[in-house]
């Protein structure tokens, strides 16, 4: 509490902060498309050639193609990560940076990110002044302008932008600093955010985790892992190190079903054996002997699926739609993530289906695994929930899907009642409560 923590944006990716802030956004990186070599993956190899009449290395075509190409790709991804490190702030976003103005007109301009968001919301005619602020439908630009050290003017100082209080060698070496330069009201007072802020943004797996906090024996264990999860929490215990291998066809195997699943392919159909190979791979399965044991399980969990009634739905549905992603506000929290099967039968209702491939040991039976399906309640209700809204604003009707989960490694498929999953929903605010004490 009370720590400012430090990193690049590359190193934020995922994270969300209440404060989030972007510190010398006025910086631009030098060009590189004038190089003695410069390499395209597409024109390859292009170089600068010497013209002996004028004894000067001159750029030929392909080398002022290459450069091109190079600038416009290291300028898309300076604004992807421009995109990353503002989407990162829940509450607020402090941008800071070094400005100018055009000598002609006096607008405002600058480099690099900040001269992108000068652009992107008209900035251009801010006057100076200690705040200014602009009104836009989702909040409000509030930009300050420390007052200029004596001496210095408008276009003065490096590369012809602004020089302001900040740079004052009054302001660097000042003790303290407060009350030396006046801080731009709001900026420097301290933020206030809501004490579940860590958990306004939920992922599908952790409204799974969350849905199991209340499960007799495994609880306690699914508590612990969200609350690492959201608050980086210490872990309560510490697990015994074992020198025992485990085999990670069986932790991985799973994932290479559901990929195949993605596509809908099953025994019989054409190269599936080397795509699950391929799949096994890409799951760190490396191992012929081990490779050939994941291909030979997840060929008979897909026949396994493929003689289910959920095959049948699916098969002779009107419209399919696999790994939809969707977002949820439930006006506290945002859930977001991704339906596995979202169909529409052709009696015109709709269905979901969220796979699972959780392996319930001892007497897996069905009531077993209908008990175990209440930790996925509040996980498939706001998939259900968005589904509902989505389909509903589609077709200007009311349309409730109906909901499944598929335990893929028993084979069955359990049916959700609405009121099961939106029971869940509605509990939602307290057993975060609960999470966060």
């Known amino acids: 509490e009370g720590a400012l923590t430090l990193m690049t944006v590359h190193k934020s990716k995922g994270l969300e902060f209440p404060v989030v802030v972007l510190v010398d956004t006025s ?10 070599l410069l390499h395209d993956p597409q024109i390859g190899l292009a170089c600068r050639v010497l013209d002996v009449a004028t004894n000067q290395l001159e750029r030929p075509y392909l080398h002022r193609r290459a450069g091109l190409l190079r600038e416009m790709r290291e300028d898309a991804e300076r604004r992807r990560l421009l995109y990353v490190a503002a989407t990162r702030a829940q509450d607020y976003l402090l941008v800071g940076g070094q400005v100018a ?11 690099g990110w900040l001269g992108w968001l000068i652009d992107a919301f008209d900035l251009q005619d801010a006057e100076r002044q200690p705040e200014h602020v602009r009104d836009y439908p989702w909040g409000s630009i ?9 001496g210095d003017t408008e276009g003065g100082g490096g590369g012809g932008m602004e020089r302001t209080g900040w740079d004052s060698p009054n302001v660097r070496e000042a003790q303290p600093f407060a009350g030396v330069v006046p801080a731009p009201s709001g900026l420097l007072s301290e933020p206030r955010f809501r004490r579940d802020a860590a958990a306004r943004s939920l992922t599908g797996a952790q409204m799974a985790d969350l849905g199991g906090i ?24 510490i697990e015994t190190v074992t020198a025992r291998r485990r085999r990670p066809v069986g932790r991985k195997l799973g994932e290479i079903v559901l ?44 026949d396994d699926i493929r003689a289910t009634d959920l095959y049948r ?31 529409r039968r052709v009696d015109g209702t709709w269905a979901l289906v969220q796979y699972t ?10 009531s077993a695994i209908a008990n175990h399906a209440q930790r996925y309640h509040l996980q498939l209700g706001v998939q259900a929930a968005a589904a509902r809204d989505q389909l509903s604003r589609s077709t200007a009707q009311p349309i409730v899907p109906d909901a499944f989960i598929h335990y893929i490694r028993h084979a069955q498929t359990i049916a959700v009642p609405a009121s099961a999953w939106q029971g869940a929903l509605d ?7 609960d999470l966060l004490g």
């Open 27 to 36: 910086w631009r990186k030098n060009s590189i498309e004038r190089g003695l």
């Open 101 to 111: 103005r055009n000598k002609k007109d006096g607008t405002l301009r600058g480099e």
């Open 142 to 150: 509030r930009m300050s302008f420390p007052e200029a050290a004596a």
């Open 214 to 237: 209340y499960l007799p024996d495994v609880g306690a264990l699914y508590k612990r892992r969200l609350r690492r999860s959201l608050l980086h929490d210490a872990p309560a215990t």
């Open 259 to 302: 990929k195949a699943l993605r596509w809908w392919r099953f025994p019989g159909d054409g190269d599936l054996a080397s795509l699950l190979r391929r799949y096994a791979w890409e799951e760190g399965i490396v191992e012929p002997a081990q490779q050939q044991e994941a291909v030979e399980r997840a060929l008979k969990l897909l």
């Open 313 to 343: 739905w699916i098969e002779d549905a009107a419209d399919v739609y696999r790994a939809v992603p969707f977002v949820y506000d439930t006006g506290s929290r945002t859930a977001h993530g991704t339906i596995d099967v979202l169909f």
């Open 357 to 366: 491939t959780t392996f319930i040991g001892g007497d897996a039976t069905e």
């Open 427 to 433: 509990t939602l605010e307290s057993t975060i409560g």
